[in-house]
């Protein structure tokens, strides 16, 4: 069994729907989203619609529940604000109803899924290196927990000798350490490489592969500049930055 494990599509369509064609090439059987569906990019009611179409379990981000009348956009910054209005403007009342009735977290196996940490899933912490990840082993007890919300993929090992990174790429999951992975974004990666990003989990060997997946990162620019969102978020796909 094979699951897709998609994070911060950010209403990023070319880039969805490119990954979900690359996942079922793969033979995926099951897609889990990580949140984040929207904000920044300009096609959130028809990402959510794929989204609700495709993913068994679809969590809450922060830009999810910003959209959607939660308090996190007071935090944001400008440029992620006023994305966030423009969001909150342009989703369906439907998909606004659907995003406010999204968990924070779920498990499913011996795994646990959640946008931001598991210490805090409501506090949207982030956590870029291994010393922001080894405090968190303590406030799971799966193997492993899958998260998103850095845009950055990456893999924090916990085994007795303490708390490594190793670099995102193909990796068989030791039976005496824990993990906690970041899957990277579908649609805005920030690891310098503007290919969309996913996982892909293999089960019952516990085995994550890195996907990585060319997209018409143009359509999505100009889609934003046609919107009139800050043009910055046009820019930056073209980097992943
Ligand atoms: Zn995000």
């Not at 490119?18 to 096609?43: H, N, T």
Request: net charge negative.
């Amino acid at each position: 069994m094979k699951t897709a494990l998609l994070s911060d599509v950010h209403a990023n369509l070319e880039a969805l729907e490119a990954v979900l064609k690359a996942a079922d090439e793969r033979g995926a059987g099951r897609i889990l989203c990580l949140g984040d569906v929207v904000g920044y990019g300009a096609s959130p009611n028809e990402c959510l619609k794929l989204i609700r179409e495709r993913c068994q379990v679809v969590l809450l981000g922060n830009h999810d529940s910003a959209a959607s009348g939660g308090p996190e956009a007071a935090r944001f910054n400008p440029n992620a604000k006023a994305a966030a209005l423009w969001t909150t403007r342009t989703l369906t009342p439907d998909n606004r109803d659907y995003l406010r009735s999204l968990s924070l977290s779920d498990k499913v196996d011996s795994y646990l899924y959640v946008h931001a940490s598991p210490a805090a899933p409501r506090d949207w912490e982030y956590i870029f290196d291994r010393f922001d990840a080894e405090p968190q082993f303590q406030f799971f007890t799966e193997h492993a927990c899958f998260i998103g919300h850095t845009h950055q993929p990456a893999i924090f090992e916990r085994s007795s000798s303490g708390c490594i990174y190793l670099p995102p790429t193909r990796l068989l999951f030791h039976s005496a350490h824990r993990y906690i992975v970041n899957v990277g974004s579908v649609g805005q990666p920030r690891d310098r490489d503007p290919r969309a990003c996913f996982v892909l989990l293999h089960e019952p060997a516990g085995e994550i592969e890195f996907v990585r997946v060319p997209y018409d990162i143009e359509a999505a620019q100009e889609k934003i500049q046609a919107a009139r969102l800050p043009l910055v978020l046009a820019s930056r796909l073209a980097t992943g930055e």
